[in-house]
C-alpha cells in the first residue's frame, strides 16, 4: 500500500487557484524530489500536506497511510507521522528548544497511546540528534529559533524531525540559503534518517541539494501542475536547460 | 452610596474613631497620620481628569463606604491551598494585622530584625522613626495619604551592614472580605543597610469574593551596594480593589529588582517608584498582569534618576482576555545632574479577545544632556504563525495557544533571580493561563530539565 497518494489536488489561497490537479504517490522508503521554478505551487504543496488552513483545498483528495489527510488538523497529521521542515522555521521566544521538543514529543506520544518520556529519558535522545547535526548542545536551553541564523534554523528543523521519527517528512526549501558546508551536514542527517519505512519529499528549487540526497523520482511542478516525472537524471537535466525546457513541453503537450 | 466629595467626611468619622483608639502610638506617628489624614482630607480621591489617573476610574473606591477590617481569625487549613508553606520565613497578616499563630520565622542571621509593624513601634518605635513616611510622597496620592493616616500593623525588615539573608521574607496579606465592605491599609518598610543583601515577598490574597479594598504602601530603601529583591503577588477575589504604592529609595551602586504579578482582583493600581539617589545604582521593574473578566489593572511606573551613571529597566508583559482593561504608564524622570543615565522601558501586550483593552504611555522627561532612554510598546494577538508552527508539530491547539501564553510569560519570569520564589510564581502563572492544568506536570519537568543541565 502506498504511504501518500495525492489525486488531482486543486487547492486555493486567498482565493487564487495555486494547485491544479496534481497526482503523486509516494511508497514507503522512497524519497520524491519536486523542483520548480518560482510560483509553481511548491511551497503550496508542502503547506497543503502540513494541513495549513488558509490553504483551501477545492477538489481532489490525499490518503495518508490509508487515512484522508485532508480531514486531519495539522496535529493530528503530526501526530499520523507527517512532519513539515519549515522554509522560515518560526521563532518563539520564551519557550527553550527542549521544553518544546519534548511537549510535541509526548503529545505524539500521547496521540499513539504510547508512555510520555521523561526529562532524563528524553535528553539523551536529543543530544545524539544534535550531535549527528553538528549543533552545539547550548541550543536546547535556547528559545525555539531566536537569534539562530538561518543555517541554525535549518538544522533545527532536522533535530525536530530526528527526535519525531516520522513516516513522512516533507522538506520545504530546507537547503535554500545554506552554505556548503552547512547543506552537507543537513544531507548527512537527512540520509541518516532514510529508512525502508519512512518517506520523504524534497522541495527544492535547485538541483544542489539531490547531489547530497538522491532521490528516487524527481518531479517538476510547473503552474499548478506536475509536467514531467522521472529518475534523479531528470534534476540535471533541469539544471542544464533550465525551467522554461519544460514550460515548452507544457505548452507542447496543450497544443 | 456616596459621592466623591462626601469620602474624606466619611473617611473623617472613621478617621476619628481610628485615632482614639490609636492613643497608644508613638506621638510622632500620631502626628504624621493626622498630617497625612488632613492631606488626604484636602484632595479626597483623584478622577479621571487627573492626568496621573486617566485611564483608571476609581469610583468603586470613591463611592463605596468601606469600614476598617476587623480583627479575624483563620485556620492554617485556609491558608493551604495558597500554596506558601514551604517558605521558611512566612509572616502572616489577616486584614491587615499580624497573625502571630500563622507565622513563622526560620534561622536568620544575626543583625537582621523582622517583626510586625506594630511590635517593632512598641518596642523600639526610634527604628522606624527614622524611616516611615520619609520617602513616600504624601502631596502626590491622596492612596498614600490614607495608607499613612491609617498606618496600624505591617512588615518591618531591618538587615544590617553586610548581612546577607538567604531564604526569603515572605509576607502574606490575606484580606477576609466581611458582610459590607471593608478596607485595610497595610504598611511594608525594608531597609537593607549598605552591603546587604535580602529578598522579600507581598504576596495580596482575599479569602472569598466580598468588596474589599487593600491599600497597601511600602518603603524600600536600598544603601550603598546593597542587592535587595522584591516581589509583588496580587491575587485577591472578585470584589477585591487592590491599590498599592511601592517607593523605593537607592544610594550609591544599590542594586533594586522589583517583580510584579497581578492575577487577581476588581480593580488594581500598582504604582512603583524607585528614586535612583545614589551613583551607579540599577533598578529592575519587571512585571507580568493577566486580566479576565471586567478586571482592571493599571501600572503607575515613575522611575526617577536622580544621579549619574544609574541604569533602570522596566519590561511589562500584559495578557488581556475577556472585557479586561489593562493600563501602562511609564514616566521616567531625568533629572538635571544624572548624566550618563541609561533607562529602558519595554510593555507588550497580547490582547486575547476583541473586547479587551490596553492603554500604555512612555512620559520621558530629561533634564540632563548625556543620556540613554529608550522606550518600546507592542500590542498584538496571537501569532498564527507560531501557533500553526507547534501544532504542526503534534501538539493540540489548546495545548500551543497555553504554550505560546506561557512563553509570553516567560520573557518576565526568566528575569526573576530567588528560584523558590519564581517556582511558586510559575506554578500561579500556569494556573491562571487561559486552558491551564494540561502543563502543569509539563512545567515541574523542566525544572528536572534545569537541573540536569547544571549537573551535566
Redesign the interface.
Known sequence: MSLLEIKNLHATVNGNEILKGINLTVNPGEIHSIMGPNGSGKSTLAQVLARRESYNVTDGSITFDGKDLLEMSPEDAACEGLFMAFQYPVEIPGISNAYFLRAALNSIRKYRSEDEMDAMDFLPLVKEKMRMLEMDERFLNRPVNEGFSGGEKKRNEIVQMAVLEPKLAVLDETDSGLDIDALKIVAKGVNAMRSKSRSMILVTHYQRLLDYIVPDFVHVLVNGRIVKSGGPELALELEQKGYSWTEGELAGARR | MITATQAPEKYSEIFDQFSARSVAQPHWLQALRKEAFARFAETGFPTTRDEDWRFTNTSAVSNTSFELAGIDRISQEQLKPLGVSGFANLLVFVNGLFSEELSALGALPKGVKVASLAKQLANDSASVERYLGKYLNLQRDAFCALNTAFIEDGIFVHVSSGVVVENPIYVLYVTVPGSTPQMNHPRTLIVAEPNSQVTVVEDYVSLGNGVTFSNSATELIAGENAHVQHYMIVREGEGANNFSTLRIQQGRSANVATHSLLLGGSLIRNNVHPVLAGEGSECLINGLFMANGHQHMDNYMLVEHASPHCDSRQFYNGILNGNSHGVFHGRIIVHKDAQKTDAKQTNRNLLLSDDAQIDTKPQLEIYADDVKCTHGATIGQF?D??L??????????A??RH??L??????CL?RMHSTQVRDHIEKLVVNSLPGAAR?IG?RS??G???N??EV?
Do not use: C, K, V
Open positions: 501569532d504563525n507560531a500553526f508552527y507547534l501544532r504542526s508539530r503534534g501538539l493540540p491547539e495545548s500551543a504554550l505560546l506561557l512563553a509570553f510569560a516567560n520573557e526568566d502543563f509539563e519537568l523542566q528536572a530539565e534545569r540536569l543541565e551535566g
